[in-house]
């Protein structure tokens, strides 16, 4: 059940990042939508939830310190492959650069195709916004290089920058590297002070309060403070879930103006997601345990007890997904998920999944 632990943990979390935010993203939803099987249009806001499960993915497939190194820190902020390493390096010089982050190479070829298309439709967006404001463009002429006799453009044109929108979406004065420098600077600090493992995690996740490091990643500073009670040992089986234990605590507390009490409340919401994760685990046997009743007078071969072992480590399971595991024909496994009862989750006739959220 490991595996499926962690997997709804990252889910949960996820989720409950955007909660935190004001925002309303249903955790099957951000299950389908990671298994490419949306069932509507995705929302901005399951977008950003999915950034924050791709986040956490990896941050718990890297090693205990690699998220709070340089290396990490940049691949976390998509500042990866910037060329602007000795900049930050300057403003940020102790920041820890440990092994695990030695290697920036990510499975990003999806993220990356996506990364292109974006970045075309801001240079439409950004050429329009010039021709609407009254700037001209000189037309190419057939002798230019890149245009053929009939006028036909040869050479893909060169992207417009999309800088001219940067204060409407961000503030110019907002020294994002030197606030990193500043909350990393705190959290040397507390390593070497003898305090426990969770009070440390707590004065670093109210110091990223107070410092607001990122403008649009802000949900990256619960990440954090649970990679550092990974660093430190506390919770090495999984990457623990803040958000989901600060969502069941009241706002008035979080927010509270006085500092001791915002301090109890990040500790009273690690007390709460340890509780939820326990809860979790329960449901986890008890679900388990019913669908071990089910193996009674089956033959020894069976591919049912495959398929329970599946459906625990997945949130959600398809027919092709079933067939390519347990190497049998996908009418095959539409009958085994038959007679393991299992629920459906999207509503559909046709590419169906099935599983326990």
């Avoid at 993203?25 to 509507?40: F, K, T």
């Avoid at 071969?301 to 067939?323: E, T």
Wanted: net charge neutral; proline share 4%; aromatic share 6%.
């Amino acid at each position: 059940m490991r595996d499926g632990f962690v997997e709804r943990c990252h889910f949960a979390d996820a989720v409950a990042a955007l909660w935190l935010e004001g925002e309303l993203v249903h955790l099957e939803d951000l299950v389908l939508h990671d298994a490419h099987m949306d069932i509507r249009t995705p929302t901005h806001e399951l977008t950003r939830a999915h950034a924050v499960l791709r986040a956490r993915r990896r941050i718990f497939a890297h090693k205990p310190d690699w998220a709070l190194s340089r290396p990490g820190l940049l691949v976390l902020r998509g500042r990866e492959g910037q060329g602007d390493d000795e900049s930050i390096a300057g403003k940020a010089a102790a920041w820890p650069v440990g092994a695990a982050g030695d290697s920036l190479a990510e499975d990003t070829g999806q993220e990356d195709a996506l990364a292109e298309e974006l970045a075309e439709i801001d240079a439409v967006l950004a050429r329009s916004s010039r021709l609407l404001a009254g700037e001209k463009f000189a037309p190419r002429s057939a002798d230019s290089p890149d245009v053929d006799a009939a006028g036909r453009g040869t050479k893909a044109p060169e992207t417009v920058s999309f800088d001219g929108f940067g204060p409407l979406i961000r503030d110019l004065d907002w020294d994002e590297d030197q606030r990193l420098a500043d909350w990393l600077a705190v959290v040397d600090n507390l390593r070497g002070e003898n305090m426990p493992a969770l009070l440390q995690a707590a004065i670093a996740w109210e110091a990223w309060q107070d410092i607001e490091p990122l403008q649009h990643q802000h949900w990256l500073g619960t990440l954090l403070g649970a990679a550092l009670l990974r660093q430190t040992g506390k919770v090495g089986s999984h990457l623990f879930c803040l958000n989901a234990g600060l969502r069941m605590v009241p706002r008035e507390r979080r927010k509270s103006p006085v500092r001791t009490t915002r301090l109890l409340a990040v500790l009273g919401a690690f007390a709460e997601a340890a509780s939820a994760g326990l809860k979790e685990l329960d449901r986890l046997a008890l679900a388990k345990g019913q669908m071990e009743r089910r193996l009674r007078k089956r033959r020894k071969n069976s591919s049912l007890p495959a398929l329970i072992d599946l459906v625990l480590a997945r949130p959600v399971v398809s027919a092709g997904l079933i067939a390519a595991e347990l190497k049998v024909t996908q009418r095959a496994a539409l009958g085994l998920v038959s007679e393991l009862g299992i629920r459906e989750v999207t509503g559909r006739g046709r590419y169906r999944a099935w599983g326990f959220v």
